[in-house]
């Protein structure tokens, strides 16, 4: 499989060992689901499909953010524990996921469970000189990573204004260079804390994910995962922290970074609220299948808006998938599979594969009308004898549809039946 790598700006040879290893930012549980997130996680079920479909055995490694500023704010603002706040998002999350059918990571690790690994790798970078107290605070000193910056490539002048957009505080006094970062956050009144070596408190958010990401999966990660909000600094960082941790570099062989996907002309997020909802899409009865077919037909690379007029284009689309391999019979289907892996490894050309089974639907189809139409008339194509063809067609179809690109084309069972 070939894909876009951050770092080196350019689509690379994902070479991996048989076993692929694959780390991943979940959520911070405090809403729900929306479908910037959805076309997110889509984007490593894909790259889950093709490494297993090739061979391989997938490691895949998704944390949960559950505990967090907004998180805990939320809660406050709620009336609610903020535990009660996380385990509700996170069942609501993995309902969203599984009803898209998204293949669910080997390990999805929460923070709050994680913190022993995240105190010892922070007692490392104590112990490489890489920290600094700043108060009752620890910060990571970005001096220490000769490699920082290599992933995101920004200006300086970039960086500071991002990392005060995300979570950052170049401004605090006493650091010793503004772009640290925080890696042990003493205690607050009223917030929750754990105890640690260096005080009661908790973690910072980039040392959360390095920690996770080595304990479950130890060795060069294939594949950093997240959307493109999360280059810098959370990507940066982390594996700046993994590094100087490890005294060896890199942390990820590729850094890969899913496009934002915008509603009402901006980006779909919580702290904004122009959101639309997997759950709600649920709720409304919503063809999942359809759902799901018009995330894939966006590529991970570009930026795209949601609009309801893609949900229908999608909905038209499956009716045809479904009537065509209903059909008796179909023209020969080793030519869509082929093509179908050959788009998705390169760099996960989603769309090129729906449209490469599309070419097979219409001749699907269109024999279908020519040879008396309806679901009894057979392919004139049908008998021509070759491998996938014929009433093989049709089933080879449904399950490369469902195998690699996750759509289930069974029928619409009524509920309870
Ligand atoms: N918990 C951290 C990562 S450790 C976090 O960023 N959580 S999140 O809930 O804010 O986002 C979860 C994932 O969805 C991240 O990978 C983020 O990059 C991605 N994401 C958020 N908004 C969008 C969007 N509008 N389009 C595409 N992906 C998005
Ligand atoms: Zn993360």
Redesign the pocket.
């Known amino acids: 499989m070939r894909i876009f790598d951050t770092a080196t700006s350019s689509v690379r040879l994902l070479d991996s060992a048989p076993t692929a290893r694959l780390y991943v930012?979940g959520i911070t549980p405090y809403d729900a689901t929306h479908l910037g997130h959805a076309f997110t996680y889509l984007t490593y079920d894909l790259a889950q499909r093709v490494l297993r479909d090739a061979g391989h055995t997938v490691l895949y490694v998704q944390?949960v953010?559950d505990v967090d500023d907004p998180l805990l704010e939320r809660a406050d603002r709620d009336g609610l524990d903020w535990r009660d706040l996380a385990n509700r998002e996170i069942e609501l999350f993995r309902e969203d996921m599984t009803a898209l059918r998204m293949l669910p990571p080997a390990s999805y690790v929460g923070v709050v469970e994680a913190i022993p690994m995240i105190v010892e790798m922070v007692a490392e970078l104590v112990d490489r000189g890489a920290a600094y107290q700043v108060d009752d605070d620890l910060y990571f000193s970005v001096a220490a990573a000769p490699a920082f910056g290599d992933i995101s490539h920004l200006s300086r002048a970039e960086m500071l204004a991002i990392c005060a957009e995300r979570g950052g505080d170049p401004g605090r006094a006493g650091k010793k260079d503004p772009l640290d970062p925080l890696l042990w956050r003493a205690q607050r009144p009223g917030e929750p804390s754990w105890p640690s070596p260096f005080g009661p408190g908790r973690p910072g958010w980039h040392i959360?994910?390095s920690a996770i990401a080595r304990h479950h999966l130890g060795g060069v990660v294939d594949i950093q995962g997240?959307g493109t909000d999360?280059t810098f600094p959370?990507h940066e960082c982390?594996a700046a922290h993994a590094e100087v941790a490890a005294g060896t570099r890199p942390f990820a062989r590729s850094y890969v970074h899913t496009a934002m996907v915008s509603l009402d002309g901006h980006k779909m997020s919580k702290s904004r609220g122009n959101l639309e909802f997997v759950s709600r899409l649920r709720r409304a009865g919503t063809d999942l299948a359809a759902l799901r077919l018009a995330l894939l037909d966006h590529r991970h690379t570009d930026d795209w808006e949601w609009t309801a007029g893609l949900l229908s284009d999608a909905v038209t689309r499956v009716e045809r998938w479904r009537a065509a391999v209903a059909l008796p019979a179909g023209p020969d289907a080793t030519k869509v599979l082929a093509a179908v892996r050959e788009r998705l490894a390169d760099d996960l050309d989603a769309p090129g594969a729906l449209a490469a089974v599309d070419v097979w639907v219409d001749a699907a189809l269109a024999d279908a009308g020519a040879a008396g139409g309806g679901p009894t008339g057979a392919s004139p194509r049908g008998s021509d004898g070759a491998a996938g063809a014929g009433g093989e067609a049709p089933a080879l179809v449904s399950r490369l549809v469902d195998t690699l690109l996750g759509v289930d084309l069974e029928p619409v069972r009524p509920r309870g039946s």
């Open positions: 930012c944390n953010t959360e994910c997240g999360l959370h982390s």
